[in-house]
C-alpha cells in the first residue's frame, strides 16, 4: 500500500478510535483519573519533600510543582495498547480477523490511540486546570512551548507504543507475558523520570537511560513544556525519538513475519 493508502487508512482508524471512545464517556473519564491517580500522588509526596529540603536533584520546589503537572498530561498522551491486550487476542483468535486487512496491525492500532487521544486531552483539561489553580506551577508558555511540546508528546507516544506493541508480540511465543511486561515497566518506571527526575539518579543511570527509549516517553515531553531545554536539546531528544521509533518498527516488522507463522485459530 503507498502513502497515500497509508494516511487514509490512519486517518480513518484515528476517527474510529475517537467515535468509540465518545460512546463510553464516563468510563473513559473514569479511567483516566485513574491513570492519573500516579503522578497526582507523586506530585504531593515530592512537593512535599521539596518544600523541606529546598530542591530535588536540581529541580527547585516551583519546577518540581511544574514537572509533575505537566506529568499529568503526558500521562494522558502515552498511554498505549498494552501486551496484556494481546494476550485475549491472541486466545481468543481476535488475530484472524486482523489477518485479513492488508494494512499493518501496528498502523491501525497506533492511529486507533491516536483518535482517542483527542478526547482524552480534552478530558484532562479540567483536571490539568485543577491541578494549575491549586499547586499554581511556575510555567510559562510561549509559542515554542506549544510548537516543540506538540512534536514531544506525539514522539513519546509512538515511542512508547511500538515498544509496548513489540512485547506484545511475544505472546505468540507464549501465553503470559505478564511477568515480562513488569520488568518492562518497573525500569520504564525507574529510567524515565516516571518516579523521580533523572536528575536524582546517580550519574550511571542517567547514561543508561540516555540510550534507552523510557526517557524519550517521559521526561523528555515533560521538560520540553515546562521550559527547562535548549532548543539544541529539543532536536536531540527528537533524534533520539525518531531513532527509537525506526528501530521499533523495524524490530515489529521482523518479529510480526515470524509471530503469524506460529499463529493458529480454531473456529467454532
Not at 539518579?201 to 515531553?221: A, G
Not at 527509537?244 to 506460529?262: D, E, M, N, Q, Y
Amino acid at each position: 500500500m503507498n502513502l497515500r493508502g497509508l494516511m487514509s487508512v490512519g486517518w480513518a482508524e484515528a476517527r474510529v478510535g475517537l467515535l468509540q471512545e465518545m460512546q463510553f464517556r464516563v468510563v473513559g473519564f473514569l479511567q483516566l483519573l485513574g491513570f492519573l491517580i500516579e503522578p497526582i500522588v507523586l506530585l504531593v509526596v515530592w512537593r512535599t519533600v521539596s518544600l523541606q529540603s529546598g530542591a530535588i536533584g536540581n529541580y527547585s520546589s516551583d519546577e518540581i510543582v511544574a514537572y509533575y503537572v505537566v506529568w499529568t498530561l503526558v500521562r494522558a498522551m502515552n498511554l498505549a495498547l498494552t501486551p496484556y491486550v494481546w494476550e485475549w487476542w491472541i486466545q481468543f483468535g481476535r488475530v484472524s480477523h486482523m489477518l485479513m486487512h492488508p494494512t499493518s496491525v501496528y498502523w491501525r492500532s497506533t492511529m486507533n490511540f491516536v483518535g482517542m487521544k483527542v478526547l482524552w486531552f480534552t478530558m484532562w483539561l479540567p483536571v490539568g486546570a485543577t491541578l494549575f489553580l491549586v499547586f499554581r506551577p511556575n510555567i510559562v508558555f510561549t509559542w515554542r512551548t506549544f510548537v516543540f511540546g506538540f512534536f514531544a508528546l506525539w514522539g513519546a507516544y509512538f515511542v512508547r507504543a511500538s515498544y509496548q506493541f513489540l512485547l506484545g508480540l511475544i505472546g505468540f511465543w507464549t501465553t503470559r507475558v505478564a511477568a515480562l511486561f513488569e520488568v518492562i515497566t518497573m525500569s520504564e518506571i525507574l529510567l524515565s523520570g516516571r518516579l523521580v527526575p533523572m536528575s536524582v539518579m546517580p550519574e550511571w543511570v542517567q547514561s543508561i537511560s540516555d540510550f534507552l527509549p523510557f526517557k524519550w516517553t517521559f521526561q523528555f515531553p515533560i521538560e520540553v513544556i515546562i521550559g527547562r531545554l535548549a532548543p539544541s536539546d529539543v532536536f536531540i531528544g527528537w533524534t533520539f525519538q525518531a531513532g527509537w521509533i525506526v528501530v521499533l518498527a523495524t524490530s515489529i516488522g521482523l518479529v510480526w513475519k515470524r509471530a503469524v507463522r506460529r499463529y493458529t485459530a480454531v473456529g467454532s
